[in-house]
C-alpha cells in the first residue's frame, strides 16, 4: 500500500490497542453493527438475572455466569475474557471461583436489580467463565475470570482486527482467512520469512502472520499491533526486526489503494433485474451490493447490503458469488456470461433470481 495509507491503517491499529479479542469478531461493539461491513455485528452483550450462578454448568455453556460480558457464535459459542491478563488495576487474582467471599458478596448485589443499573466491580471488572478460542485454538473451557466489563468496547479476532483497521483507513472491504491472505496474488505480495524471503525494509502497513493461526500489522519501525487473544485484547508490542522474525513466518505488503480509478471490471456497476441494483466490484475480488447509487464510483459503500465475491475467467465469464440470505435455498451465483474484458454492459443469468444486465458507472 501507498505509504500514506499504510500510515492511516497504523495509527487506526493503535488507536484500537485495549479492544477486546473474541473469535469471529470483526470490529463491532456489543449489540451494535459497527464493524467492518462484511460482518458489521453479530457480537452480543450478556447482561442479566439468569447469568448469575457461580458454579459451573458444563452441560450448557451458554448458561453459565457472564456480567456484562460478550458473547459471539461463528464456529463455537464464546464469552469474551475481557483483557483480564493485561487491563490494569482491579481484583487480585484475576482468576477466582465459585466460592470466593468478594465473589458471591457481588454477585447478591446485582440480584433483583435492573441490569441496566448494575455496577462494576473495582470501577472496571465483571465476573464471566470465559469460552472460546483463541490465536492457539483450544477453548477458555469455563475459566472463572474477573475482566475488564465489555461494554462499548470494539471486539476483534486476530483477522477481523486486519479488515476492520485495512477497511476504516480505505474504504476497501477485504474479507480473507489467514492462509488466503499469505497467498500471493490480489495485489498481495507475499514474503516467506522462514525460507529466508525479505523485503528491503519494513513498511506502514505490513502484515505479518504466523502459519494459518495468527495475523497481525506492523509498523515501518517495528511495532507489532495485534488482536493477540482473549484475555490480552489488542495489544501493541515494539522490537520486530526482519533479521529476527521469530515465530512469524510470512511478510504480506499490499498494493496500493485509494480513490484511483480502479482496473475493469472494478469499481460501481449499476444493475437491472426487474428493479435497480448496484453492485461495487472491488480488489481482492471482494463484491458489495446496494440499493443507493455511489456518491463517489471509486469508492467502496459505507453500508452493503450483502457482500460476496466475484471471479473473471478470460474471456467473458465473471461469476458474482453473494451470500447467502434469510430464506434463500442457497447463496445467489450470478455468471456474467459475455463480459469481455473492458466492456461498459454485461449480461447473467441467475441461480435463483431473473436475468440481470449491469452497466458500468464512471
Known sequence: MSPELGQQVIAIAQGLVGSHYIN????????RNDGCPCRAGGIELIADENHLEAKLNSANKKANLAVNAATMTIKTYCVCA???????????????????????????????????????????????????????????????????????????????????????????????DISAWRTPGGGRQVFDLKAGERPSALMDGDILIKADHHIGYVSATGTIIEAQDSHLG??????????????????????????AELAWPMGWW???????????????????SSKTPPFNTRTPPAKAHNTGTWVYSPPKTLVITWKQVVGAPMPCKETFWNAGEGCEQMNANSNLYSPLVATRMV
Open 270 to 288: 449499476r444493475v437491472w433485474d426487474g428493479s435497480t441494483w448496484y453492485y461495487y466490484l472491488g480488489p481482492n475480488g471482494v463484491a458489495m
Open 24 to 31: 469471529g469478531g470483526y470490529g463491532a461493539t456489543p449489540g
Open 82 to 176: 475481557g483483557n483480564y491478563a493485561t487491563f490494569p488495576g482491579g481484583p487480585t487474582p484475576r482468576e477466582t471461583t465459585a466460592t470466593t467471599p468478594d465473589l458471591i458478596a457481588y454477585l447478591d448485589s446485582l440480584k433483583g436489580t435492573p441490569p441496566s443499573s448494575w455496577q462494576n466491580y473495582y470501577v472496571h471488572f465483571t465476573p464471566r467463565r470465559t469460552f472460546g478460542p483463541g490465536q492457539n485454538g483450544g477453548d477458555g473451557g469455563g475459566k472463572l475470570v474477573w475482566g475488564q466489563s465489555c461494554k462499548g468496547i470494539h471486539h476483534f479476532d486476530c483477522v477481523g482486527f486486519i479488515s476492520y483497521c485495512y477497511w476504516k483507513a480505505s474504504g476497501a472491504v477485504v474479507q480473507l
Open 234 to 259: 489488542v495489544r501493541s508490542t515494539p522490537g520486530f526486526t526482519l533479521a529476527a522474525p521469530g515465530t512469524w513466518t510470512h511478510l504480506v505488503r499490499l498494493a496500493g489503494a485509494g480513490s
